[in-house]
């Protein structure tokens, strides 16, 4: 690309053309360097004139006339580069060095890219030279225009606090989403976990069984000139309030289906141990030995649940099954097929084809588990131990974390109406006294919620960096970020990882009975005017709205924003079981069908 510079260079003084003639021819030859030189000098005055002409325009990027690309670093101060003029940064600085953090080779933040371009290129260095030609790129892009580091500094500024408007924008939106889908299915009467069939079955449940008998009686409808083999799969993860199903209870209750379904008259039920179903539902459905193919005879459909079929031996029971039956099609559950790679399994699946000659056909129903947090910020960290533990999937968590020695202990046991000496109570102190996460029944929000004390952030023990990871922070329903004084650069932090994560939060001021004394001894200044301007602080730093920023004192549980933050906290709690709920049953079955291959 053309790199124009500004040459300051005089032309060299040239000998006479007389006196050139007048010379051996040896010294001749040598004196042709000067007029080489004085090319030069020409050349590059035509570029100086070219660039007093006008701009010059490199790429996206249009620089003035005045514009340095030597990048040599000028002998005024930093402060002097940055001075302002009409309200905007001078546009007359030159490349700076220094805008590019860390070190540079041949030392170029002394004498400008140039320069240490030059030196690199004699020593033939092109590691070097490519470095510095990246990093004076970079310099171009920071300093568009000619713009100085002060201009730089406030434009990334501007760009990163646009960037935290759009995430909060986005988590905003993210809530109103959640709400949406809960409001819809309430609408829709599809809510409620205490809704129950003739099964016990939830709603959901009630769902899955419903498009797994589908599923399968469409198979079964479909024409084939021959028996057929139609293994499936039911891979759901379940949820806590499928209390009622029992181990086998949701492949028999698609049989039953089935059944109803296609109008059959008989259907016999095949196992290794039918003394496994004992206890379960079998109505309608017959059940033998998976090794007793009389017991098939005339029956319409022959299903076998859980069978060993990685021998040849074992498979030639479902094969004298469905001749039993007169050819019928035989549909196995959840088999053991063995592993593909095995040379007896292979012969299994080959003798399959050729027994069942109107065709295989695989069923797999998937259904992953519940979506528990945002798509963002990378993929979501495992789920702590802990809150699997706790119950998570069907309780409400709301986490109070924040600097060490800020009062979350305290907070946490004036939330629950309890004394610090008081039983159940957490640990209170001077110094560090949570160093485990620890969960609290939360009896004002109802049962199976859950208030956590989370370990300050920010300390040798639990150090930002491995903070979101090591509390399972991205998995809490609400988060409450506590400060007993300004927010600090790690409570800011904090925050960002927080809104980038997609996890909501609020923003809580501890101890402002003490900071309204101290206002009111240092500077006579009021309890409304001190109020107010501690939550303007707190909104320019977090950009959270003022609905989410509560001023409270742990020794004055009815003053200040202690009963808004109280209520906030049950709702938090209610409005997370029910986004979970809504999610669960929301969830979409995956239905795969493999035609010539077994499941």
């Given amino acids: 690309s053309l790199r ?17 003639m007048l010379l051996p021819p040896s010294r001749r030859r040598a004196s042709v360097l000067p007029y080489a030189v004085a090319a030069t000098g020409a050349v590059a005055m035509v570029v100086c004139l070219f660039q007093a002409t006008g701009d010059v325009s490199l790429g996206a990027i249009r620089r003035s006339s005045a514009f340095s690309m030597a990048g040599v670093r000028p002998a005024v101060s930093r402060a002097g580069r940055v001075k302002v003029n009409n309200g905007l940064y001078d546009s007359t600085s030159p490349l700076d060095p220094y805008l590019i953090p860390g070190d540079l080779p041949y030392n170029a933040k002394q004498v400008g890219f140039t320069t240490a371009i030059e030196h690199a290129v004699r020593n033939r260095d092109l590691a070097a030279v490519r470095q510095l030609e990246q990093a004076r790129v970079e310099v171009m892009e920071k300093t568009a225009n000619g713009g100085s580091m002060g201009k730089w500094e406030e434009a990334a500024a501007q760009a990163a606090l646009r960037r935290r408007e ?3 924008d986005l988590s905003i939106k993210r809530r109103e989403k959640e709400d949406e889908l809960v409001a819809q299915l309430k609408r829709e009467g599809q809510f409620s976990i205490n809704d129950r069939d003739q099964y016990g079955f939830s709603i959901d449940l009630h769902k899955i069984v419903h498009q797994t008998s589908d599923t399968l009686v469409k198979a079964m409808k479909d024409y084939s000139n021959g028996p057929r083999l139609i293994s499936m799969r039911i891979d759901v993860d379940p949820m806590p309030w499928w209390d009622t199903l029992t181990p086998y209870g949701m492949e028999l209750r698609t049989v039953q289906l089935l059944k109803e379904k296609m109008g059959y008259r008989r259907v016999v039920l095949l196992m290794e141990d039918p003394w496994q179903l004992n206890g379960e539902n079998t109505d309608g459905i017959e059940v033998g030995r998976l090794d007793d193919a009389n017991f098939c005879y005339d029956a319409d459909a022959v299903v076998c649940l859980k069978p060993e079929l990685d021998t040849l031996d074992r498979f030639e029971r479902v094969v004298s099954a469905s001749r039993a039956a007169g050819n019928r099609d035989v549909v196995v559950m959840t088999g053991n097929w063995g592993f593909p790679s095995d040379r007896e399994s292979k012969y299994v699946r080959q003798h399959a084809k050729e027994v069942f000659t109107g065709g295989l056909q695989a069923i797999g129903f998937k259904m992953d588990p519940v979506k528990l947090v ?3 910020g990378g993929e979501p960290y495992p789920l702590p131990q802990w809150l699997i533990d706790a119950g ?10 924040g600097n060490s020695g ?3 202990s305290s907070l946490n046991n004036a939330l629950r109406g ?4 008081q039983e159940g109570a957490a640990a209170v102190g001077v110094k560090e006294t949570t160093i485990f996460p620890e969960g609290y029944d939360f009896e004002p929000a109802g049962p199976e919620m859950k208030l956590w004390d989370l370990p300050g952030a920010g300390t040798p023990k639990f150090p930002l960096d491995s903070y979101m990871r090591t509390m399972g922070i991205k998995y809490f329903d609400e988060v409450v970020i506590a400060s007993a004084a300004r927010f600090t650069e790690t409570d800011l932090e904090l925050m960002d990882e927080l809104r980038s994560h997609g996890v909501p939060f609020i923003a809580l001021r501890t101890k402002v009975d003490l900071e309204l004394r101290n206002a009111e001894h240092d500077a006579g200044r009021g309890e409304q005017a001190t109020l107010e301007r501690i939550r303007e602080d707190i909104q320019k730093n977090s950009l959270l709205p003022m ?4 001023l409270v004192s742990a020794r004055r549980p009815n ?12 709702d938090s709690l209610h409005r997370g079981v029910d986004v979970k709920l809504a999610k669960a049953l929301n969830r979409k079955l995956d239905i795969q069908e493999i035609y010539n291959s077994v499941v």
Avoid: W
């Avoid at 998570?392 to 974390?401: D, E, M």
């Avoid at 309890?418 to 000496?421: C, E, G, I, M």
């Avoid at 924003?561 to 049950?570: G, H, V, W």
């Fill in 166 to 168: 759009q995430l909060m």
């Fill in 392 to 401: 998570y999937k069907s309780t409400g968590n709301v986490a109070i974390t």
């Fill in 374 to 376: 945002p798509n963002i």
């Fill in 559 to 570: 003053d200040f924003d202690f009963p808004a933050l109280r209520q906030y906290i049950i």
């Fill in 418 to 421: 309890l004394k610090p000496r």
């Fill in 4 to 20: 124009p510079s500004i040459c300051c260079c005089p032309l060299p003084a040239v000998e006479p053309p007389s006196f050139h």
């Fill in 547 to 550: 609905e989410r920023i509560f």
């Fill in 406 to 408: 800020t009062g979350k």
